[in-house]
């Protein structure tokens, strides 16, 4: 039997991007949550001298697996041995892999609703069932342990997201220990999503391994790393479980990208270049907080991390998609529809992506004014 997964509607957002911009359009593309940074200077000099030398073929990079445990007790305080570490295709086959290792068909899985497209269409193609928690402002949407100590009956597992995608929101440290607790008191499994990690405004983000160590982690190089098409990522389990995750990455992707495992043992130590990619965030963040409820935005999550603002246009439309489409159309800025995000709600949401350069956000500010102006006076 297959699996009815719903669309990721930004996928047509971009597509109708790409077309406007073969038309000799101006796009400021703002759907998708990728760095418009490339790899650090390091990486990619790394990357040609091993195109040059080595062949290259199926891999698993040992020091890489090794650095990533050194990152974890520098950043964390815990410790990760490189047996536990599964290199991956991207985070995408990372959350696969964690789910299809860890459970069963029909078990339920709780998450967070806003939340990422992936999450409910992964469980569902595996035959998973699903279990969206509405959260609102009141959780600064997202999940609380109080949420789930009251579920009756406990789902099989939960996935957690801080930041989060599309809020931008994080869990803080005592809501994480509680989460935890909760979980364990009740066999719940945690996935955490932390592909956001080091890419935060305020305190910093906090593993779940250090309140939970039986947590599947999911990572990538990505967002932070700026490695978005290098297509690498990771996979953080027990011990115990690690000889099943390995057999089922083995089985269906074989193994992550050899040049991009080269490439990103540099890139982890190219902090520098990386926090300054984190000081471009952070000022097109502010120019974004500044510029919104100036447009009439005043309703949006806290992004405390990430690199995306979650908005109300409630006031505008209830078809967000159709809303992202005229947008686009009439100003060249490509915006994600909520419903991607949450199929209930969503529809009177937007997401921006601020991981543009400063100049494509002021650009973007000065299309959207006039736009956002006269779509209010028209809805007086």
Excluded at 99 to 104: H, I, K, R
Aim: aromatic share 8%; net charge negative.
């Amino acid at each position: 039997m297959s699996a009815e997964i719903d669309p990721f509607y930004a996928i047509s957002i971009s597509g109708l991007a790409q077309r406007l911009k073969a038309e000799g359009r101006s796009v400021i593309h703002m759907e998708f949550g990728q760095p418009s940074t490339g790899a650090p200077r390091a990486a990619i000099a790394r990357a040609h001298e091993v195109l040059d030398a080595d062949a290259m073929g199926y891999w698993s990079s040992d020091p890489l697996k090794a650095r990533i445990c050194r990152h974890y007790a520098e950043t964390y305080g815990v410790s990760v041995e490189p047996i536990q570490i599964t290199l991956t295709c991207g985070a995408s086959p990372a959350l696969v892999l964690a789910l299809s290792a860890t459970f069963q068909p029909g078990d339920v899985i709780a998450m967070a609703r806003p939340g990422y497209v992936a999450y409910r269409n992964n469980v569902k193609a595996l035959h998973m069932v699903p279990l969206e928690i509405p959260c609102g402002p009141e959780t600064r949407y997202q999940l609380d342990a109080a949420t789930l100590a009251s579920l009756d009956p406990a789902p099989a597992g939960v996935i957690l997201a801080s930041p989060a995608n599309p809020t931008g929101t994080i869990i803080p440290p005592h809501e994480l220990e509680a989460i935890a607790r909760v979980c364990r008191e009740r066999g719940i499994r945690i996935i955490s999503d932390e592909i956001y990690h080091g890419l935060s405004y305020g305190e910093r983000t906090h593993s779940m391994l250090e309140y939970e160590p039986t947590a599947i982690v999911v990572n990538s190089f990505s967002k932070y790393f700026s490695m978005a098409g290098w297509r690498l990522g990771w996979l953080i389990v027990p011990r115990a479980e690690a000889a099943r995750a390995i057999a089922y990455m083995g089985a269906l992707f074989l193994t992550a990208p050899s040049l991009a495992q080269h490439a990103a043992l540099v890139a982890m130590d190219c902090r520098d270049e990386l926090e300054g990619h984190l000081q471009t965030y952070r000022r097109n963040r502010e120019l974004l907080l500044d510029a919104l409820p100036r447009l009439g935005l005043k309703k949006i999550a806290p992004p405390d991390g990430a690199f995306y603002v979650y908005a109300d246009v409630g006031g505008l439309t209830d078809d967000s998609l159709a809303f992202c489409r005229q947008l686009l159309q009439d100003t060249g800025v490509a915006t994600a529809p909520g419903i991607d995000f949450d199929p209930v709600d969503g529809r009177r949401f937007i997401r921006l992506s601020f991981a543009v350069s400063t100049p494509e956000i002021e650009e973007a500010i000065r299309r959207l004014t006039p736009w956002f102006e006269a779509a209010w006076a028209k809805a007086a």
